[in-house]
């Protein structure tokens, strides 16, 4: 039987949202953690860790999200750890998060002059100590402004998950598209409520380059 496309729908597409913030906060907030590891080993004097850094971010954005979806969610099994739909995309976005995070602040800490650098060096200060009370003060700064773009792609991202089970905003569209078969209704109530949660980021993201390009 054909359900009509009434309140109860458009309300069963919106009980996606909280799964897809959800989603987006915990690859943030591990991507951030994963990927301040990555940046400092992209900007550190070893070579070999940044030849393995650099590894990692070619990898994670030199191939889709989705596949990366697929390795998690299909080869933890072969590798002995069963895992539910929830954990696999968080780990595949964490994964992804980190390696673009990595690089945006990779860039930002290279982004600070290098007078900056030289003169905590000239000081005698540790590597450390130079990163931790000279460059990303100033590194922090500069990235704010990508570091936010960023979380909008990363929310629109979240749609991918749909293909491995995962039931967030797009999924929960398509469910309601097929029981009702009015699609057009179910995909554009996911669609406004995507815009509704990116265009104030996109706007801010803008707003704070803007500041940066003037304040330098």
């Known amino acids: 039987m054909i359900r009509q496309f009434g309140l109860p729908e458009a309300l069963a597409i919106l009980s ?3 799964a897809t913030i959800l989603l987006s906060l915990i690859a943030f907030v591990g991507g951030g953690v994963v990927g301040l590891a990555v940046a400092l080993m992209r900007t550190s004097e070893r070579t070999w860790l940044q030849r393995c850094a650099g590894f990692y971010i070619d990898f994670f954005q030199g191939t889709p999200l989705l596949m990366q979806l697929f390795l998690v969610f299909y080869g ?3 590798l002995g750890y069963k895992v539910n739909p929830w ?3 968080a780990i595949g976005f ?4 980190s390696a673009f995070l990595g690089e945006i602040w990779r860039g930002s800490i290279q982004a600070v002059p290098r007078g900056q650098t030289e003169a905590a060096y000239a000081l005698g200060l540790s590597y450390a100590s130079r990163m931790r009370n000279v460059v990303l003060p100033q590194a922090m700064r500069i990235s704010v402004a990508p570091t ?3 979380m909008v792609q990363l929310i629109k991202g979240t749609s991918l998950a ?3 089970g995962f039931v967030e905003l797009s999924r929960a569209a398509q469910i309601i598209a097929s ?3 009015k699609p057009l209704l179910a995909y ?3 669609a406004i409520v995507y815009f509704v949660l990116c265009f104030p980021l996109s706007r801010l993201s803008m707003r704070l380059e803007k500041r940066f390009a003037v304040k330098t």
């Open 162 to 164: 749909a293909i491995i």
């Open 16 to 18: 996606g949202v909280q």
């Open 87 to 89: 954990i696999a995309v």
């Open 179 to 181: 029981a009702t078969y």
């Open 188 to 190: 554009g109530c996911a």
């Open 148 to 150: 936010v773009g960023f």
């Open 94 to 97: 964490t994964l992804h998060a």
């Open 76 to 78: 933890l099994p072969v």
